[in-house]
């Protein structure tokens, strides 16, 4: 007998919605702050990051020193994102972003994906997804 996954029926309200973009608003919070550690507190591990042709799996620790890499430690950073969920079911959620980062004045327009887990109630990303990171 072929066993099949539980229906996926699911339809979010307006409310799960407003949920999920309501996540992102602390995340982006956090992120133009630089408090990578909270930053690394709202994923659920191991993290998956994917981009082109390479998918690599991080630690906690990995995710933080990445951050910190990145992030860089300066004060003139802004975000400025459209964001649009996916929902799979009432769980888990793909939500698509299409966003412009400014870092010392200069902006880049960028299109990513996360995939966000709901765990004991509250969402987790668990997969990021974007083209154009080489090796990471």
Request: with cysteine.
């Amino acid at each position: 007998m072929t066993t099949m996954p539980v229906s996926s029926d699911f339809t979010p309200s307006s409310a799960d919605v407003a949920e999920v973009l309501a996540w992102f608003a602390d995340y982006d919070a956090l992120a133009v702050a630089g408090d990578v550690e909270a930053m690394a507190d709202t994923a659920m591990y191991p993290l998956n990051e994917v981009t082109d042709g390479l998918a690599k799996s991080f630690s906690r620790e990995q995710y933080v020193a990445q951050l910190t890499e990145q992030r860089g430690g300066g004060d003139d950073f802004a975000m400025e994102s459209t964001r649009t969920p996916h929902f799979i079911n009432a769980n888990l959620a793909f939500v698509i972003t299409d966003a412009t980062i400014t870092v010392g004045g200069v902006g880049q327009r960028v299109r990513y994906g996360d995939l966000l887990v709901k765990c004991d109630g509250s969402w987790k990303f668990q997969t990021m997804v974007q083209g154009g990171w080489g090796d990471f």
